[in-house]
Each structure stands twice: as C-alpha cells, then as structure tokens.
C-alpha cells in the first residue's frame, strides 16, 4: 500500500469518521467538503435536508424516482433525502474522490441498498489529479429522472462540461430535470480559472471556475437543454442555482 494511503488508513483510525446528528449519522467535521460553510453539525444537515426539499418543490422528487448525484462529496444530499423524503428507488452518487465514496458505502448504502455510491478514477487537477478514464457513466440510457450536481461545474473547464453534458443527456428520461450550480456572471471573460478579485482569494487548479453567463447557457442549449429557472449568487461561495430541462 503506498505511504499515502497507509498514512491516511492511520488517520481514520485516530478521528471518528462519523458523528450523530438529530439522530442522523453525518460525516465528521474533517470529512465534509465545502470549507466553512458545512463545519457546523446543524449547517451540514439541514444544508443536505434543504436540497432535498429544494428537489422535491421544484422536481417534484418522490419516493418512485430515480436521482444522480453527480460529485456527491460525503453525502450531503442523500443524507438530507433520507432525513426529509425516505428511501427512494434509486439514488446514485458518483465522485472522483475515493474517501468520501467510501465513507458513503459504509455509512449510507449499507443501511439503504437503493442507495448507491461509485467511484470514478477521471481526472479532475482538483479532486483527483492521478484520474486516468473519461467521462463515462455506468448506467442505462434514460434512467433517471433528475441529475443533480452542486458545486461541481464550478470545478470544471469547458470540455468536461461538454463531455458530461453529453452523458446527461443520455441518462436522463425526456420528462427528467437537472440542478446544478456554477459561478456565472455578465461581461467577464467566457471561462476564466481562479478568477482575481472574485468573491474569494481562490488558491490552486480549479479552486473556482468561473463562466460567462450567455456563453454557459448557450453551452447548456448546444448540449440540449433549456433553462426552466436562474437563481442569482444564491448558494455556496456566490454560485447560482441552475434549474434545466431537456430541449
Ligand atoms: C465542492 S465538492 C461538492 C460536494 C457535494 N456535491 C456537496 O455539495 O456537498 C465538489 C465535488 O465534486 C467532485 N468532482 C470533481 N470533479 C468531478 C468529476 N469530474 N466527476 C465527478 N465528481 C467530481 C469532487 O470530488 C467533490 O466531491
């Protein structure tokens, strides 16, 4: 096993991986991704129960459905579907990082088999910069009713967007919907990495992507989806809430 692993392996051992929280069990703190924004115990859950809630108001996300959490991190979302809406027909996250896929096998899918968690080795300079496959899902045409990634685009250069937004067209069923936030503005450059003066002092590969906001919808409608709703600045570090239906 080389050092790094072993190291980390020592290092799970010494911190509790996981806490309770209003009888839900939740990451520890040193797992969660998200900065300071989901240090707080009661922050992390009801950060996780409020998307839920946001799915279900505006997707009408139910017990039946079919859900992809894209970049999943340490399980926020489901978390919060557990917590607010129960088990559903299938959950799926996917996340180039290994730990918090981990820790989600361990924690979520064992007490919830319809939840399922992977993990994809792509290469991401952020979150996984040794990944070696492309974007490719393993999963059935058409078989979900909403994908959903938060905090996710706001990592990422064009041609990975392109190359997801590609496979979320072919898993999504026609009536399906997509939510996902990405740092957008008007008059800045088409796509600028770690941009000065912006929100933050943002530090190393893909810390914050930012788009333009006509060139990201015109990117979203050459990929075949339309806008249904735009939430400005609303979520994490400033980003805005995409809401998406198939063209
Ligand atoms: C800021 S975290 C957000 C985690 C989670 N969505 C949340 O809101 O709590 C970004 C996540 O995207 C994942 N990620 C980055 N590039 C990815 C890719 N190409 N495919 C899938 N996940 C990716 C990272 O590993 C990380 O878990």
């Given at each position: 096993?080389?050092?790094?692993?072993v190291a980390?392996k020592?290092?799970s051992?010494?911190?509790s991986?996981?806490?309770?929280?209003?009888?839900m069990?939740i990451?520890?703190k040193?797992l969660?991704?998200?900065?300071?924004?989901?240090?707080?115990d009661e922050?992390?859950?009801?950060?996780?129960?409020?998307e839920?809630?946001?799915?279900?108001?505006s997707?009408?996300?139910?017990r039946n459905m079919?859900l992809?959490?894209?970049?999943?991190?340490p399980?926020?979302?489901?978390i919060g579907?557990?917590?607010k809406i129960?088990e559903?027909?299938?959950?799926r996250g996917?996340d180039?990082?290994q730990?918090?896929?981990?820790?989600?096998?361990?924690?979520?899918e064992?007490e919830?088999?319809?939840?399922q968690?992977t993990?994809m080795?792509?290469?991401?300079e952020?979150y996984?910069p040794?990944g070696?496959s492309?974007v490719?899902?393993?999963f059935p045409d058409?078989?979900?009713?909403v994908?959903?990634l938060?905090?996710?685009?706001?990592?990422?250069?064009?041609?990975?967007?392109q190359?997801?937004?590609?496979?979320?067209?072919?898993l999504?069923k026609?009536?399906g919907k997509?939510f996902l936030?990405a740092f957008t503005?008007?008059k800045?450059?088409?796509?600028?990495?770690?941009p000065p003066?912006?929100?933050q002092d943002?530090k190393?590969a893909?810390?914050?992507?930012?788009?333009e906001?006509?060139?990201?919808?015109?990117l979203?409608?050459?990929?075949?989806?339309?806008?249904?709703?735009l939430?400005?600045?609303?979520e994490?570090d400033?980003?805005?809430g995409f809401?998406l239906s198939s063209l």
């Amino acid at each position: 096993m080389p050092a790094k692993q072993v190291a980390k392996k020592l290092k799970s051992f010494v911190k509790s991986e996981a806490v309770t929280h209003r009888g839900m069990t939740i990451p520890a703190k040193h797992l969660r991704f998200g900065g300071s924004n989901f240090i707080d115990d009661e922050a992390f859950l009801s950060s996780g129960e409020h998307e839920a809630e946001r799915l279900q108001s505006s997707f009408g996300l139910s017990r039946n459905m079919a859900l992809l959490d894209l970049g999943c991190g340490p399980g926020r979302l489901p978390i919060g579907i557990l917590s607010k809406i129960g088990e559903i027909r299938a959950y799926r996250g996917v996340d180039v990082s290994q730990t918090p896929i981990e820790w989600c096998s361990k924690y979520i899918e064992k007490e919830h088999p319809t939840f399922q968690f992977t993990h994809m080795d792509i290469k991401n300079e952020r979150y996984n910069p040794s990944g070696s496959s492309s974007v490719g899902l393993p999963f059935p045409d058409a078989s979900f009713d909403v994908i959903y990634l938060y905090s996710v685009f706001s990592h990422m250069k064009t041609p990975d967007i392109q190359a997801y937004l590609t496979e979320f067209k072919r898993l999504l069923k026609a009536t399906g919907k997509v939510f996902l936030t990405a740092f957008t503005e008007d008059k800045v450059p088409e796509m600028e990495e770690n941009p000065p003066n912006y929100k933050q002092d943002w530090k190393g590969a893909l810390h914050c992507v930012r788009y333009e906001k006509k060139f990201f919808k015109k990117l979203l409608k050459d990929y075949g989806f339309t806008v249904d709703k735009l939430e400005y600045g609303t979520e994490t570090d400033g980003q805005s809430g995409f809401y998406l239906s198939s063209l």
